[in-house]
């Protein structure tokens, strides 16, 4: 099945760094999607992607779609301490209809010294 | 209020009990999805319902069951709890807007078996 890679399984940054996070797939997706997970909730969706090589920001947070539609890349500028948690990506090939679901990554766990 | 809720959000049990974990929504999504989350290994799908009558097993479907009561309400049993079904668990649903199957999730419920 379709699988989506995310790497290392955790990061560790000072507050007001940048970090970027990538997400790669041996499959094409026509949909990306970055979700965050706050400590104790649920994920909440944080940007969407449709277009191979769009690029969307949502505050600090800037995401692009990958020209080969395998890989799409989140930045945070400017870390801040409640940047902490788990960062997900998700893929979709909506290709297959009615029945297409998202695949997610297993996640980037983000810590900010302050 | 919430869009999705979930009852209980935390939840203690011993080996071989049956337990149910709830979920409603008020956002009249046709689909609705079960995940469960372990450290490290992210969201893997359990159950996921594309309609009221329509049910399918995901990834880790085994020692689960589930129920859809109605568009708004999506139910996770545990026939016959065990330790190793100690994880947080989430509900999330979705309407396939546009063609994309962007998921909302749910708070969560923490369940602990012993």
């Known amino acids: 099945g379709q699988q989506l890679n995310q790497s290392p399984q955790s990061m560790f940054i000072q507050e007001g760094e940048d970090v970027s996070m990538n997400c790669t797939s041996s499959s094409i997706f026509n949909t990306w999607l970055w979700y965050k997970q706050d400590p104790g909730e649920g994920p909440v969706l944080l940007i969407a992607l449709y277009k191979a090589g769009e690029l969307t920001s949502n505050g600090r947070l800037t995401a692009q779609f990958g020209i080969t539609r395998k890989d799409s890349f989140l930045n945070i500028s400017a870390s801040i301490p409640s940047d902490v948690g788990i960062y997900f990506c998700a893929g979709q090939l909506v290709s297959t209809g009615a029945n297409s679901k998202l695949t997610f990554g297993k996640g980037i766990t983000l810590s900010v010294r302050p | 209020d919430a869009d999705v809720t979930q009852t209980p959000r935390n939840r203690i049990t011993k080996t071989g009990k049956r337990i149910m974990l709830e979920c409603s929504q008020t956002k009249g999504h046709d689909r609705m999805y079960w995940y469960r989350q372990d450290p490290g290994l992210g969201l893997q799908l359990i159950y996921y319902?594309?309609?009221?009558?329509?049910?399918n097993k995901g990834e880790i479907s085994d020692g689960y069951s589930v129920s859809r009561q109605a568009q708004a309400k999506f139910s996770l049993s545990l026939e016959s709890a065990i330790p190793n079904q100690t994880a947080l668990y989430f509900c999330?649903?979705?309407?396939?807007?546009?063609?994309?199957?962007?998921?909302?999730f749910g708070p969560g419920t923490r369940l602990t078996v012993l």
């Open positions: 319902s594309f309609d009221v009558k329509d049910i």
């Open positions: 999330a649903t979705s309407d396939l807007e546009g063609g994309t199957d962007t998921q909302y």
